[in-house]
């Protein structure tokens, strides 16, 4: 038997993704190695996509073991018809700031096309699936864990959407990089659903993209029946953090290029919501945060509040764009010394607390955008209101021990 040249390429990214046959968690992978959904689907043989016009949601973190996209793997690849490509926000190829897209276009390697799928949902959605004549979506984005991050809310929008259109979802799981062992924060409250949230989740939920969509079709079902499958990691454990998985970090989004800035941001991009810099513009967005004028008073009193696995030290930094563009900011910069001690959403309201006590100047954004962040507006209230970290916390904990409790239905892993 002869192979086409399509035809051995995409039998390299299917040998490169070998090892992951088996049940779930199989000890086929090699040591302290996750192999990813995509993996054990190539080891599979694509078993769920034969026979299907296929279009793939994704972007850069779409890779294979051996480091190539998955796109261009499934077009060289005979046994998959793919027929079209969808873009998130920031776009396929992620060169979009956050809040912006790439638009559509074709793809220059393969020349598939590319739909540009943000702030499209309903039947809007639905229609871009049809036009693309597809009948399966796979979705395959690397989250970062926090409820605000746009791409599960892509995930569900495209599950409702398929539903609407009678097309299938696959989901290729990835892990969540911060780990999995608990959810952290406040729970959405539906009056302040929006694209940064759009059910009753936790700030910090704690799950992987598969098991999110697992619990939206559970709990939050479409108005019409949806063909779901999920094709789940090996060698994942919820207590990972993303180093420890032997995968490369490819970055999500433009201002998250590393594990590390992943790890604060549930906290830290709170500071969306008020007239502070989150750090965009810098090296290290989401690690520091502050504005013109602030001192080192801030991060002294940031560390006599003894917030488990982290330390503040005094920073200063001048971002090149975003807000204060060109001005230098004195603030805080987060340093985790232990990271399965420390809670991000508890850094971040500690920090919101001090910035409120310690600077004159601080305003939330006058569209309260933390309500958004937040999902009601019980921090800005209770923070305006002189509350401390505990009494917030314990604000939100009777709606948290609630979503934990569903949370716990849709685990995949242990």
């Known amino acids: 038997m002869t192979l086409s040249r399509r035809g051995v390429l995409g039998l390299a990214g299917a040998v490169g993704a070998a090892g992951a046959v088996g049940g779930p968690d199989s000890a086929a992978a090699a040591p302290g190695r996750v192999r990813t959904g995509f993996e054990r689907l190539a080891a599979d043989g694509y078993g769920p996509l034969a026979g299907r016009r296929i ?15 998955l796109v261009d793997v499934l077009h060289a690849d005979e046994r998959v018809d793919l027929v079209a490509v969808f873009g998130p926000e920031h776009g396929f190829r992620g060169t979009a700031q956050a809040g912006g897209s790439e638009g559509s276009a074709r793809d220059p390697a393969t020349a598939l096309p590319v739909y540009d799928t943000y702030g ?40 409702r959407a398929a539903a609407l259109a009678g097309k299938a979802v696959v989901v290729l799981d990835r892990p969540n990089p911060i780990g999995g062992l608990r959810a952290a924060g406040p729970v959405l409250r539906r009056p302040y659903a929006s694209g940064v949230g759009r059910e009753p989740i936790a700030l910090a939920h ?3 993209v598969a098991e999110l969509a697992l619990l939206f079709q559970g709990e939050f079902p479409a108005e019409r029946p949806l063909a779901l499958s999920t094709v789940r990691m090996s060698g994942w454990r919820r207590g990972a953090f993303f180093g420890e998985t032997g995968l490369p970090w490819v970055p999500p989004s433009p201002n998250m290029p590393t594990p590390d800035t992943a790890l604060v941001y549930p906290g830290t991009c709170l500071f969306e919501g008020t007239n502070l810099s989150e750090g965009r513009g810098t090296t290290t967005p989401f690690e520091v945060v ?53 809670d991000p959403v508890l850094a971040g309201i500690g920090l919101l607390v001090t910035a409120r006590r310690t600077w004159s100047g601080f305003a939330w954004r006058p569209d309260h955008w933390i309500d958004r962040l937040t999902g009601s507006d019980r921090v800005r209230t209770m923070v305006d209101a002189g509350a401390g970290v505990e009494e917030i916390a314990g604000d939100w904990a009777a709606e948290l021990a609630g979503f934990a409790a569903v949370r716990e239905g849709y685990l995949l892993y242990r």
């Open 290 to 342: 502050g504005a013109e004028g602030i001192d080192r008073r801030w991060a002294e009193a940031a560390n006599a509040l003894h917030l488990p696995g982290v330390w503040f030290r005094e920073a200063y930094f001048t971002p090149v764009f975003s807000k204060h563009s060109g001005k230098v900011c004195g603030g805080v910069r987060l340093i985790v010394h232990d990271r399965a001690a420390f």
């Open 206 to 208: 704690g799950m992987t």
């Open 55 to 69: 279009g793939v949601v994704t972007n850069p973190t779409g890779l294979t073991a051996d480091a190539r996209h």
């Open 120 to 159: 499209k949902s309903g039947r809007q959605l639905a229609d871009v699936f049809t036009a693309a004549g597809v009948d399966t979506v796979v979705f395959d984005v690397q989250d970062v864990g926090a409820r605000f991050y746009t791409y599960i809310w892509t995930l569900y929008d495209c599950m």
